[in-house]
């Protein structure tokens, strides 16, 4: 298995440090976008959908960077998000204008990754990277991401109870 590089080990641990420090899931939310959006420059659109807690059918946008989308809620029937969390595995599109799913954010984007997140064993949410480079998102950006995923899932477990 491809090793992370040491930028992604090193983001991981500030990951990781603002998962000990947030003082709440909007706040880690906000930390973990900015220090991705800081760190990886093919990383053009970094965010978050929660799925409405009033409504599991929907998701809806949380903390983001990158160019606002009007996609702030997607309905899981649709869209490469939408096909993340119904099927709960991650989904790495290289080349989103061949796929018949994408939503268009900004027509800049060429490829696209999208890593649910558990708690409790149930996907709550997930990260969602959009890129403007073509197949951007190799094995090595799923591990980071799909890690970045675990830790945040991890922080609602021990820091939110049962809901979020
Ligand atoms: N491209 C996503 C929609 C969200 S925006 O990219 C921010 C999709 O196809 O579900």
Redesign the pocket.
């Known amino acids: 298995m491809p090793a992370l590089t040491l930028e992604m080990i090193s983001l991981l641990s500030r990951i990781r440090e603002l998962a000990a420090i947030a003082s709440s899931l909007k706040a880690l939310e906000r930390g973990v976008v900015e220090a991705i959006a800081a760190r990886l420059s093919h990383y053009n659109?970094t965010?978050f959908y929660w799925l409405d807690p009033g409504d599991a059918e929907t998701l809806v946008l949380g903390a983001f960077i990158g160019e606002p989308?009007p996609?702030v809620r997607?309905p899981v029937t649709?869209?490469?998000?939408?096909a993340a969390v119904a099927s709960g595995e991650t989904v790495v599109v290289d080349d989103?204008h061949a796929d018949p799913?994408?939503?268009?954010?900004s027509i800049k984007?060429k490829s696209?990754i999208v890593v649910p997140i558990r708690a409790h064993g149930k996907v709550v949410g997930e990260i969602?990277i959009?890129s403007h480079t073509p197949a951007a998102f190799t094995e090595i950006d799923r591990r980071f991401v799909e890690e970045t995923a675990r830790i945040v899932g991890a922080f609602i477990v021990e820091r939110c109870g049962r809901t979020i």
């Open positions: 659109w965010g989308t996609h997607i649709r869209g490469i998000c939408g989103v799913r994408y939503l268009s954010c984007t696209e969602d959009d």
